[in-house]
């Protein structure tokens, strides 16, 4: 199984400052013949299911913010939130889905500082 | 629009099985995996397995193979998850999800609780 590390648990933001995450694949999620990373981002708030902000580790979905960014190839990667805003406290996760178990980072909590 | 309507919240004595339902609806049924996934209380996601609803196909991860079933109606485009043997370590909000790239659309998630 592919194993996600997310980095760091929590992360604690002033309001309008740049927020990052990181999250490291235990192989590579590239796949060579079309160099895609299937690698994405979800964000989730308390009682409901995530929501997809990034797939392809790099493409924002629609309707996603821009402050939303996704970077990295192969078993690292980023997401960044340039100017966090009020509503954006939440949990992020990063998943893969290269293979089969899909599996999961273990979460990134961001507050306000 | 498309939606994932799921059954409601179940508790269970451990031993018990649970079926979780998951009523898909805005899109053809038959052409996109349904995936489940599960998040224990304050914990984070674990894939359980997708199934193939035009042809009933599912590959379920190895921590659940022996005690999970995922089935399909196609006359209701309903997509089923059945665990058995339940411990207290279920306990958690299963999820049906579907996507091509990365899970867009997800269920309401379904609580299981199993305790005696």
């Known amino acids: 199984d592919i194993v996600m590390t997310q980095s760091p648990d929590s992360l604690a933001v002033s309001l309008g400052e740049r927020a990052t995450i990181n999250c490291k694949s235990s192989?590579?999620?590239?796949?060579?013949?079309?160099?895609?990373?299937?690698l994405a981002w979800y964000q989730q708030k308390p009682g409901q299911p995530p929501k997809l902000l990034i797939y392809l580790a790099s493409t924002r979905e629609s309707g996603v913010p821009d402050r939303f960014s996704g970077s990295g190839s192969g078993t690292n990667f980023t997401l960044t939130i340039s100017s966090l805003q009020a509503e954006d406290v939440a949990v992020y996760y990063c998943?893969?889905?290269?293979?089969?178990?899909?599996?999961f980072g273990g979460g990134t909590k961001v507050e306000f500082k | 629009q498309v939606q994932l309507v799921q059954s409601g919240a179940e508790v269970k004595k451990p031993g018990a099985s649970v079926k979780v339902s998951c009523k898909a609806s805005g899109y053809t049924f038959i052409s996109y995996e349904i995936n489940w996934i599960r998040q224990a209380p304050g914990q984070g996601f674990e894939w359980m397995g997708w199934?193939?609803?035009?042809?009933?196909?599912?590959d379920y991860a190895q921590s659940f193979q022996g005690r999970v079933i995922m089935t399909r109606d196609t006359s209701t485009n309903t997509a089923y998850m059945e665990l058995n043997s339940l411990r207290s370590d279920d306990t958690a909000v299963y999820y049906c999800?579907?996507?091509?790239?990365?899970?867009?659309?997800w269920g309401q998630g379904t609580l299981v609780a199993v305790s005696s």
């Open positions: 199934m193939n609803p035009k042809n009933g196909n599912t």
């Open positions: 192989q590579s999620v590239l796949y060579t013949s079309n160099n895609k990373n299937y």
């Open positions: 999800a579907r996507g091509a790239s990365g899970l867009y659309y």
């Open positions: 998943q893969q889905y290269y293979n089969i178990p899909r599996t």
